[in-house]
T-cell receptor, first 113, second 111 residues
Framework: NAGVTQTPKFQVLKTGQSMTLQCAQDMNHEYMSWYRQDPGMGLRLIHYSVGAGITDQGEVPNGYNVSRSTTEDFPLRLLSAAPSQTSVYFC????????????FGEGSRLTVL | RKEVEQDPGPFNVPEGATVAFNCTYSNSASQSFFWYRQDCRKEPKLLMSVYSSGNEDGRFTAQLNRASQYISLLIRDSKLSDSATYLCVVNPQGAGNKLTFGGGTRVLVKP
């Protein structure tokens, strides 16, 4: 069972470079989201989507873009990487039910030099 | 004040002992509550939902205290494999499916 698949697992960027973190889920979940996790800060919501064609900002959206052209895919784009974006990024998805379980990808460790 | 606050720990627990810890939330209208478990360098996974009446899943008991705005997690007969970070998760009213995570409580079970 694939669940939520994130790529790449590790990435090193130089300041100013751009890149896209890929996320795909095969559970037909309506809701998809991106979090970043930093020591002492917990998981913070970057962007989320409640369905194809619909995206919205979370708590820390600056410096990131998303799109949701299909139900399955929710890529996260870093437009011009900064050292402050060094973090572990998690993609997660769930059904539309408020009580539904949030399923996470394995995470992507990004270092910006 | 953070929306969801947890004691970061670590809670050092002898194997076989009981450990309990709380999580406070600021939005009194929050509707859904969860405990997630995160192992070192791994993704979070749902441990259990927290119901108004309290609920138990094996050695784990979760309770909700709406009056004081906190949820709790109790682990009985701790196992070495219970060593992890436990994340408190709240779904505030009006937030749709957006979930707010606490910073996590680290539990270390030692022989």
């Amino acid at each position: 069972n694939a669940g939520v698949t994130q790529t790449p697992k590790f990435q090193v960027l130089k300041t100013g470079q751009s890149m896209t973190l890929q996320c795909a889920q095969d559970m037909n979940h309506e809701y998809m989201s991106w979090y970043r996790q930093d020591p002492g800060m917990g998981l913070r919501l970057i962007h989320y989507s409640v369905g194809a064609g619909i995206t919205d900002q979370g708590e820390v959206p600056n410096g990131y873009n998303v799109s949701r052209s299909t139900t399955e895919d929710f890529p996260l784009r870093l437009l011009s990487a900064a050292p402050s974006q060094t973090s572990v990024y998690f993609c997660a998805s769930k059904t539309g039910l408020q009580t539904g379980e949030l399923f996470f990808g394995e995470g992507s460790r990004l270092t910006v030099l | 004040r953070k929306e969801v606050e947890q004691d970061p720990g670590p809670f050092n627990v002898p194997e076989g002992a009981t450990v309990a810890f709380n999580c406070t939330y600021s939005n009194s209208a929050s509707q859904s509550f969860f405990w997630y478990r995160q192992d070192c360098r791994k993704e979070p996974k749902l441990l259990m939902s927290v119901y108004s009446s309290g609920n138990e899943d094996g050695r784990f008991t979760a309770q909700l205290n709406r009056a004081s705005q906190y949820i709790s997690l109790l682990i009985r007969d701790s196992k070495l494999s219970d060593s992890a970070t436990y994340l408190c998760v709240v779904n505030p009213q009006g937030a749709g499916n957006k979930l707010t995570f606490g910073g996590g409580t680290r539990v270390l079970v030692k022989p």
